[in-house]
């Protein structure tokens, strides 16, 4: 079993920067992938990125060119680095993993509040 930690969410000013932590623990040797969903109020949660073990990386459309996920495999943590931020990113972030590339992400995190406004 695998247990996530996230950190770093906040409030910021549209056009700013924040970066998340994941922080993961437990059985992370069964980890495939991690990644980061969000879910705004009344929204579905969505998937913004995901990072394989291999360093292979996806990113949602509507974040490219802003986020970027990465990892630190010595530390066991993944980074959301999330730049020129809208009002429209406001959400709660999810940290979540997968044990395989079949399987969906079933292991997630408590989430942190992420508020762009002026």
């Known amino acids: 079993q695998v247990q996530l930690v996230e950190s770093g969410g906040g409030l910021v000013q549209p056009g700013g920067s924040l970066r998340l932590s994941c922080a993961a623990s437990?059985?992370?040797?069964?980890?495939?992938?991690m990644g980061w969903y969000r879910q705004a109020p009344g929204k579905q949660r969505e998937l913004v990125a995901f990072?394989?073990?291999?360093?292979?990386?996806n990113h949602a459309n509507f974040v490219k060119g802003r986020f970027t996920i990465s990892r630190d495999n010595d530390k066991n943590t993944v980074y959301l680095q999330m730049n020129s931020l809208k009002p429209e990113d406001t959400a709660v972030y999810y940290c979540?993993?997968?044990?395989?590339?079949?399987?969906?992400?079933?292991?997630w995190g408590p989430g942190t509040q992420v508020t762009v406004s002026s």
């Open positions: 437990g059985s992370i040797f069964s980890i495939y992938a």
């Open positions: 990072i394989t073990s291999g360093g292979w990386t």
């Open positions: 979540a993993a997968r044990n395989d590339v079949s399987e969906p992400f079933g292991s």
